[in-house]
């Protein structure tokens, strides 16, 4: 089982400004933790998140993964 070290969770979105949506995207939730999770309850997380925060809006989903060395 893989474990998940710490995390960065952004969701994009378009303000609306005057009644009008905005050209550029901007961050509109985030969720950090340096807590250790693993990949299951990652990609339950993930899911209870999108349903929370877009309400199925139909967002596309990227993953950056990074392996690093251990500190020791």
């Not at 250790?36 to 199925?56: M, P, R, T, V, Y």
Request: with cysteine; proline share 0%; hydrophobic share 30%.
């Amino acid at each position: 089982m893989i474990h998940i070290d710490k995390y960065n969770i952004f969701s994009y979105g378009k303000e609306y400004k005057n009644g009008k949506e905005s050209k550029t995207s901007t961050i509109q939730q985030t969720l950090t933790s340096k807590q250790c999770i693993n990949g299951k309850q990652f990609l339950n997380l993930l899911s209870d998140l999108d349903e929370a925060w877009h309400q199925h809006e139909g967002k596309d989903v990227h993953i950056e993964v990074n392996f690093v060395d251990i500190e020791r």
